[in-house]
């Protein structure tokens, strides 16, 4: 039928520039890295093997920055005082052992400047002597994590000493908490305290990474799966320079993140899946409609 | 002349008709309107347009009830309050995107239609003219549109675009910072870009579609042949019963029932992409809030203003605004460019045939271009030969219709 052909060429036309402006444009303008499934294969296995029970001895050496709250252990300073100290919360190591890659983490100990790609000015130092020590350490840490760790607890353990996530409430120094305004003034100090709180370690984070980590809240929008994937794999390989470190999470431990990072930036996916289908159904149902009342309209016109 | 009948029940026909002559507006408007049959599926965009507009103006109205046009919340009011805590906010923000970019593709689609036909001439030129002043206006409504999340695109964008009014080396900075209330894009420019895309530009379109319909009433729109008839004989003969004799039929119910069948196979495509492909109607790169510090890696519009923005871009600055603002006026004069007395399908009209699909190519090289990064010396090289194509395309346009051969065709 002719109308068919004009259809026909109306489509491709359009689909070559949807093509064109589109896929075409985006592989021209950002580069392309290779996912490597979170597999670190630039750091090589150290080939001892670690022991927990020897590991728990040594875990002093990481008391002194770190608390381990599952094992009864608190922090020596809270956020506060160790981003005054060091630029940054070096975060609670209880859940580190669910979502961190051993073989990353047994590098990362020993040297983790090194092997988080990041500045010299790194403020974690060499921690575990030898790679026996830190096979043991990790050996421990593995052996204490909880089996299952949420989306949010992964997300925050990874990404939240650096990133705020103001759509899900997050902020660099824990969850914001709930205030009340004093009736009579309608101030709340309680707020204005922790805002200033976050301030100031935003303050001392930014000069020691040299510029604010970014809000996380609808990254998952601006970026896109594939950019983020591989820039968590190693944030050098998409921005080279950049302050932020490989952060060294296994994929189970990355997706959790990825998922969490989806449900705050992109909260309406399963409602589209919901809602998509009725509306669509239902306007196939008026165009078939639309059809018959079309046909019996031009019955005998030609 | 004024009789009333003082026994007609209130808003019975009569006493409607003593009052607003409804049923001379019908049958003007719509069931004595007539259109030629022999037209096919194109010719129902112009429908599809309005409709597109009608949902664009209702999301639109739901989403002005929590948009904030303030720097520092307009972001968040869109992406946070408008996205995850308003019921169906999501669907109503994705609808609105969505709508906005195909309406584009729809009135290009309307107006390359418009010029295979020949459908700007004889007697429709200010169908054509009243068509190009709802592109243009189109064009404002999507632009200031844009500038309201006050993402990274629409901070630079913003700051990209009304550079341009300083006319290059005439430095009008005074008039760029008159247009923008600032020396920056700030509160003052957010304002009143939203001001103009809420309320003058959709005042100014609907009033622009009223003309627009208002300019098809007489020439009555063309038809596949680019024939013309004798309206009033056809519709005699319609209206003698002959449906199969005459040419024409009426606008409302036969026309409309074609119109709303393609309606509604366009609004399945619509919700397809509103639910499930969403995302080449919102860039990303406006999903990071507006930052003064930090110019973005590519600026680029959106797709619908690429092919004139490639014709700003392969120039020296003032050489590529002389040829953008021809760009931006030359539509407009197509009925008095194109000299040929055929109003004919552009396959039977020789040169002009070529004419037209070398425009058609065009038009999408230098949409492809534009959003390439210039960097790239291949890219550059074929955004300029496509931009002297173009400008090369008008300037010889009167020519070779001047020397077209008059088309028998049917008559
Ligand atoms: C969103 C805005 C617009 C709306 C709502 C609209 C609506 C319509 C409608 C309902 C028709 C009659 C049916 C048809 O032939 O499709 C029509 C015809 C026409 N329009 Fe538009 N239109 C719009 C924009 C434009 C533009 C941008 C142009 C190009 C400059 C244009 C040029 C024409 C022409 C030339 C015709 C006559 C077609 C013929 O005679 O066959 N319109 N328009």
Known sequence: MKELKVLAVVVIFTLITYWGVEPYAHSQMHKHVESQDFKYPDINASGVKGDAAAGKNKIAACAGCHGIESQGMKAPMDAMASSAAYGVNPPDLSKVGAIFDEKFLIAFLQNPAHAAHAKPNFAMPPSAGSAQDAADIVAYLKSIAPKEVSNKEAFELACGRCHAARYAKWTQIGTVPKTKPNIKTGKDLDKLKFEQNVAEYQNKLAAYMGKLPPDLSIIIRARGKHFLETFVEDPQTQLPGTAMPRVGVTKEGYEKVEAYLEEIGDPSKPKREAVGPWVIGFFFIFTILAYLWYKSQWKGLK | ?411
């Open chain 2, 1 to 411: 002349m004024a009789h009333f009948d003082p026994n007609a029940r209130p808003f019975s026909n009569k006493w409607m008709n003593e009052r607003l002559a409804v049923d001379t507006l019908k049958r003007v408007l719509s069931t004595e309107y007539w259109i030629p049959k022999n037209i096919n599926f194109l010719w129902a965009m112009g429908m599809v347009l309005a409709a597109t507009f009608g949902v664009l103006l209702i999301s639109g109205i739901f989403l002005l009830m929590y948009y904030i046009p303030d720097t520092k919340l307009a972001f968040d009011s869109v992406n946070y309050t408008i996205m995850s805590e308003v019921g169906y906010g999501w669907l109503w923000r994705h609808v609105h995107g969505v709508a906005a970019s195909v309406v584009f593709l729809i009135i290009y689609i309307h107006m390359l239609t418009g010029i295979y036909y020949g459908s700007y001439k004889k007697g429709r030129e200010l169908i054509w003219i009243s068509g190009m002043l709802l592109f243009v206006s189109f064009s404002a409504e999507a632009f200031s549109g844009y500038m309201l999340p006050w993402g990274q695109m629409s901070y630079w964008a913003g700051m990209v675009i009304t550079n341009l009014f300083s006319l290059g080396s005439l430095e009008f900075n005074g008039l760029v910072e008159w247009i923008r209330g600032d020396y920056v894009p700030g509160q003052a420019f957010l304002g009143r870009f939203f001001m103009l895309h809420v309320l003058l530009m959709p005042l100014i379109i609907i009033g622009l579609i009223v003309l627009h319909f208002g300019t098809l009433r007489m020439p009555h729109v063309n038809n596949k042949d680019g024939e013309e008839y004798d309206f009033d004989a056809e519709a005699e003969k319609w209206k003698a019963g002959k449906r199969k004799e005459s040419k024409v039929i009426p606008f409302n119910p036969v026309f409309l029932s074609k119109d709303v069948f393609v309606l509604g196979i366009y609004f399945i495509l619509f919700f397809y992409l509103v639910f499930y492909h969403f995302e080449f109607a919102m860039d990303p790169v406006n999903f990071d809030p507006a930052d003064p510090l930090k110019t973005p890696t590519h600026i680029y519009p959106e797709w619908y203003f690429l092919w004139s923005y490639e014709i700003l871009r392969p120039f020296s600055k003032d050489i590529g605004l002389i040829w953008f603002g021809f760009a931006q006026v030359i539509f407009m004069l197509l009925p008095f460019l194109d000299r040929s007395p055929n109003v004919a399908p552009a396959n039977r009209r020789r040169p002009f045939r070529c004419w037209f699909w070398i425009l058609v190519v065009d038009m999408i090289v230098l949409t492809i271009m534009g959003k390439l990064p210039p960097t790239d010396p291949t890219f550059a090289l074929i955004g300029k030969v496509a931009a002297y194509t173009f400008i090369g395309l008008w300037i010889a346009l009167p020519f070779i219709t001047m020397k077209e051969k008059l088309v028998g065709g049917k008559k």
